[in-house]
């Protein structure tokens, strides 16, 4: 064998070698790194034509079907911002481009149940820059960003670090930049906007703001600053670490909890029903019953999470916690009862036809449905609780939990604790949806098709959701260690009430 083979036969098994003790671990992230790269999906660009005949069917399904378009956002105003968006795509735009017009003019009718969602992407809340997504999650409290968990080996971000800039923007310039696109509120709710773009942030700010493989961080501990520079996540690191929390946090969907003989938690964290799930009704029933066999004078519910389920629900709750006939809903306005004139790109639920023949006109020419049982005058149920009631509540209670604590503050049913809610005092836009496919982006725009007035005091809190009277909110570090302000803060308030009622009484 000749010198110069001789030689290559050696580097080449040098290599070898340099490779099999090389960490594995090291190897791994060599390889992970290709695989993660080709799953990032190119993000296309649309003609002119394609986007203004998107936003032609975008524009004409809203206006057709969105009962509360001009709820919070005057007519004037949203022509203007429709046809600045128009006239903005005469030129080509990526798809990511396209979707940021679309969502701002969707969080612009401030209706929480108006979902615009891309079509073939991994996940809503992060649909592009899967490969650069900030690498810590965040927790904001009192307007200012505190870190929970890192994504990434190598964020170096200690938890309950105050967050100050990304990339030399300060943090209240970065929020400013990204709030215009978080549409889970509505009115002028702000809690949940707040809770959700925490949640959410390293998928907004890549979708929205600007995604970097390496993100320089400057955060806070105590009075000392630092700033670091950490590699961005990926997908499956946010994932894996928002499911660990995720299942850290799960509590029972329904339960009842005796915190002593005169004290009882009623935990409803969802309204939706699941096969997994006992029957609502009889849970109710059952929890009701043991209540009323108890010597409890004091009743907690906590709706915290709960964001989502059966709109009746609330009502039953309602009617096991008064002695007296009651409405829960006032009225329920849709837009027409006529056909679609866009359903070549949607489809509307199975019964809408016969749906359509049982409206009724309203003077203005609008219609509405008078066949809810929300909307007839419920009884109270058997064994319903005439004791002191507290409700605890947040930015991510919504739908018939919303409805709920609407009507208990409005009828002077309970003491309200914890964040404004994300559903509206007076009432949402929900129960049946219409929804739409535009044919060139593939976008998914959903569109709730009800008005929804609850039967509580009008004068009230105008735009907003239901406001608490203790207003209390967990810090970033109450939070990682499991301690829960709001049930503490709830009980040191009942005891601090009963200590009075003891004391006049001694008198």
């Known amino acids: 064998m000749s010198f110069k083979y001789s030689r290559v036969l050696c580097l080449l098994i040098a290599a070898s070698l340099l490779f099999l003790t090389w960490p594995v671990a090291a190897q791994s992230k060599l390889f992970s790194g290709f695989k993660n790269k080709s799953k990032v999906k190119a993000i296309p660009t649309f003609k002119p034509e394609q986007l203004r005949a998107d936003?032609?069917?975008f524009h004409k399904a809203l206006q057709e079907a969105h009962p509360g378009l001009y709820r919070y956002t005057s007519k004037p105003t949203f022509k203007t911002r429709f046809d600045s968006v128009y006239f903005s795509l005469s030129r080509p735009h990526t798809e990511q481009d396209f979707y940021k017009s679309l969502k701002y003019l969707v969080t612009n009718i401030r209706c929480a149940n108006t979902i615009l969602k891309t079509a073939n992407r991994t996940e809503p809340e992060f649909p592009y820059h899967t490969d650069q997504l900030f690498p810590v999650q965040l927790y904001f409290n009192n307007g200012k960003a505190y870190a929970l968990n890192s994504f990434t080996d190598s964020a170096a971000v200690p938890a309950n670090a105050e967050i100050v800039a990304i990339n030399g923007r300060k943090m209240n310039y970065?929020?400013?930049d990204l709030m215009p696109y978080v549409s889970f509120a509505d009115g002028q709710v702000t809690s949940s906007k707040y809770r959700e773009l925490g949640d959410n942030f390293s998928g907004y700010i890549a979708t929205f703001g600007e995604a970097k493989p390496v993100y320089e961080i400057t955060f806070r501990t105590g009075d000392n600053f630092r700033t670091v520079r950490a590699n961005a996540a990926k997908l499956e690191q946010v994932r894996k670490v928002?499911?660990?929390d995720e299942a850290f946090k799960k509590l029972p969907a329904w339960s009842l909890e005796f915190q002593d003989k005169k004290i009882a938690v009623l935990t409803l964290a969802t309204f939706q029903p699941d096969k997994s799930l006992p029957d609502f009704e009889e849970f109710l029933e059952t929890a009701f019953a043991k209540i009323k066999n108890s010597e409890v004078k004091?009743?907690?519910?906590?709706?915290?999470?709960n964001k989502e389920g059966n709109d009746k629900y609330g009502a039953l709750l309602y009617a096991y916690l008064t002695?007296?006939?009651f409405r829960f809903y006032r009225?329920?306005?849709t837009n027409t009862n006529r056909r679609f004139t866009f359903l070549k790109y949607g489809h509307v639920p199975l019964n809408f036809f016969f749906y359509r023949r049982l409206l009724k006109m309203n003077p203005d020419s609008t219609f509405r449905y008078t066949y809810h049982s929300n909307l007839k005058e419920q009884k109270p149920q058997l064994?319903?609780?005439?004791g002191n009631l507290y409700i605890l509540q947040s930015g991510r209670t919504f739908g018939s939990a919303a409805e709920f604590a609407a009507v208990a503050h409005s009828r002077k049913r309970a003491t309200i604790i914890g964040q404004e809610?994300?559903?509206a005092y007076r009432g949402s836009n929900g129960g049946k949806y219409v929804q739409v496919k535009l044919p060139n982006s593939k976008f998914e725009l959903s569109i709730p098709l009800w008005a929804i007035s609850l039967d509580v005091d009008e004068k009230q809190n105008l735009n907003r959701g239901v406001l608490p009277q203790y207003p209390a909110s967990p810090t970033s570090e109450q939070i990682l260690s499991g301690y829960d302000r709001e049930i503490e803060f709830t009980l040191e308030l009942i005891r601090r009430k009963n200590e009075v009622l003891e004391n006049k009484v001694g008198e």
């Open 55 to 57: 936003f032609a069917i």
């Open 323 to 325: 002695d007296k006939p």
């Open 298 to 305: 004091t009743l907690i519910i906590d709706l915290r999470d």
């Open 242 to 244: 928002k499911l660990k």
């Open 421 to 423: 809610t994300a559903g």
């Open 331 to 333: 009225q329920i306005n």
């Open 174 to 176: 970065q929020v400013s």
């Open 383 to 386: 064994n319903a609780f005439a």
